[in-house]
């Protein structure tokens, strides 16, 4: 089993930046992707970024292309997400999640998941 913990949430205003961080520990040699998701009040849980742990290549959500970075540590015991110019609307809890198999935008697909950091942007 993978275990994973976020950090780096928090308020801050619109334009602003802030960097994410998921510490990944356990049973990392069965991950195939790490992606991060999020959720907002009333709303479903929606891809934001993934990666393929192995290569290191990314996919992005259009909402977030240009702005948001996904990328991890040379030990791969932390993936990073960077977001940059935030708007009102990326505020949202976001979750990390490990998959064994493949690097997909579905949720339910994610065999792991962080406990969440909340994101709050003001205008």
């Known amino acids: 089993q993978v275990f994973l913990a976020e950090s780096g949430g928090g308020s801050v205003q619109a334009g602003d930046s802030l960097r994410l961080s998921c510490t990944v520990s356990g049973a990392t040699f069965n991950m195939y992707a790490m992606a991060w998701f999020r959720q907002a009040p009333g709303k479903e849980r929606e891809f934001v970024a993934g990666?393929?742990?192995?290569?290191?290549?990314?996919s992005y959500a259009d909402s977030v292309k240009g702005r948001f970075t996904i990328s991890r540590n040379n030990a791969k015991t932390t993936v990073y997400l960077q977001m940059t110019n935030l708007k009102p609307e990326d505020t949202a809890v976001y979750y990390c999640?490990?998959?064994?198999?493949?690097?997909?935008?579905?949720?339910?697909?994610?065999?792991?998941w962080g406990q969440g950091t909340q994101v709050t942007v003001s205008s």
């Open positions: 999640a490990a998959n064994r198999k493949l690097l997909s935008t579905i949720s339910s697909s994610y065999d792991n």
């Open positions: 990666l393929r742990w192995s290569s290191g290549t990314t």
